[in-house]
């Protein structure tokens, strides 16, 4: 029954969320998502705890491993690390494959995915949280291939080889010059442009989550449990999707005035299969045609959810694959339940 009560709160996503009028700028539409404004977030942001010195986020080991990391949370409460954040520094660039609650006074392992193809040295003993998330086309392609990885293998890796080569292909369209590959290049070669971006969008009363279309595209859509996180983490989004925008066809035509409400009853109908989380709560993913994602709840709500409309190609994710340093051997099959 609790299972079940866990898959329904995403199932009534729909009739519990509303869609609030969109803002529009340069090729970006964000609709805001309004809900319960009273709910107190109970955990630090990544920034936060990172910034207080309460957390840190390094190698699992002297020889690292490129799809892990190790969290230390010292905090007397847990912290909140977001789908698709970026951390910079040690061994190279990687963001989060997943939505964590990492528990306070505890040190795990969390899952994530490189960013800097071109290195492998040491650049810092300790990873720093980068204002930015994965760009938006590789993040919603990363949760197609981590949400196989996890229904398939019981594993919570991505695709590596495809989210370099969507890098690499960004990239190639914005004339980045990225001399190790990485993804923050293209941010900062780009920072002027993406910064008028997010100066556009402020968060309304009682958001708690954004949807966002980039041209006539309806692209994807976070879901946080409270106005508070959603206010810290909306120059992030707004960056992760403004590196689209500045991709993209500028001839292209302005969405529908409903892709936000689809995309949320697109969520609230998807199938929900149950899966351990790397912290606590538990992970969720979404199968559904042209949707992937996942969510994460605890507390016996969504702490966040995020969902991408993908083409096809992009829900038959292939092996991963990682040249820089051998997978870690640390596969825990966990209980499985769909909805």
């Given amino acids: 029954m609790e299972c079940l009560d866990r898959a329904l709160l995403v199932k009534s996503l729909a009739s519990r969320v509303k869609v609030g009028e969109p803002t529009a700028f340069r090729g970006l539409t964000v609709w805001p998502l309004l809900g319960d404004a009273s709910v107190e977030p109970g ?8 910034q207080r010195g309460v957390a840190q986020v390094t190698e699992v080991s002297a020889s690292g491993s490129v799809p892990e990391l190790k969290f230390a949370n010292s905090a007397e409460m847990p912290v909140f690390l977001m789908d698709g954040e970026e951390l910079v520094g040690a061994k190279q660039n990687r ?3 997943l939505s964590i609650l990492a528990p306070a006074g505890k040190t795990i392992v969390i899952p994530v995915s490189c960013v800097e193809a071109g290195r492998w040295r040491q650049t810092s003993a300790a990873f720093q949280s980068s204002p930015r998330a994965h760009f938006a086309t590789g993040r919603a392609k990363r949760n197609a ?3 196989e990885a996890r229904q398939d293998r019981g594993s919570s890796q991505s695709d590596q080889g495809e989210v370099w080569s969507d890098i690499a292909q960004m990239a190639d369209r914005l004339s980045v010059d990225a001399p190790t590959h990485a993804m923050a290049d293209a941010f900062e070669q780009h920072a002027p442009a993406i910064e008028d971006f997010v100066r556009a969008f402020a968060p309304v009363e009682g958001q708690v989550g954004a949807a966002f279309a980039v041209g006539g595209h309806t692209s994807g859509m976070d879901l946080f449990d409270c106005p508070v996180t959603l206010a810290k983490m909306l120059p992030k989004l707004v960056r992760s999707y403004a590196l689209d925008v ?3 066809d500028p001839a292209s035509k302005p969405p529908s005035g409903t ?6 009853q697109a969520v609230s109908d998807a199938t929900v299969s149950v899966h351990g989380a790397a912290g606590e709560g538990e992970d969720l993913r979404f199968a559904a045609p042209r949707l992937a994602g996942g969510a994460l709840v605890a507390w016996g709500r969504i702490v966040h959810l995020a969902a991408f409309r993908v083409s096809p190609g992009d829900q038959e994710a292939g092996p991963v694959s ?5 997978p870690a051997s640390r596969r825990r099959n966990r209980g499985l339940i769909v909805y």
């Fill in 43 to 50: 955990y630090l942001t990544l920034d936060e705890a990172l």
């Fill in 95 to 97: 963001v989060l494959n």
């Fill in 145 to 147: 291939s981590v949400t």
């Fill in 246 to 248: 500045l991709a993209a």
């Fill in 259 to 264: 892709g936000a409400a689809r995309l949320l």
């Fill in 322 to 326: 990682t040249t820089l340093a051998s």
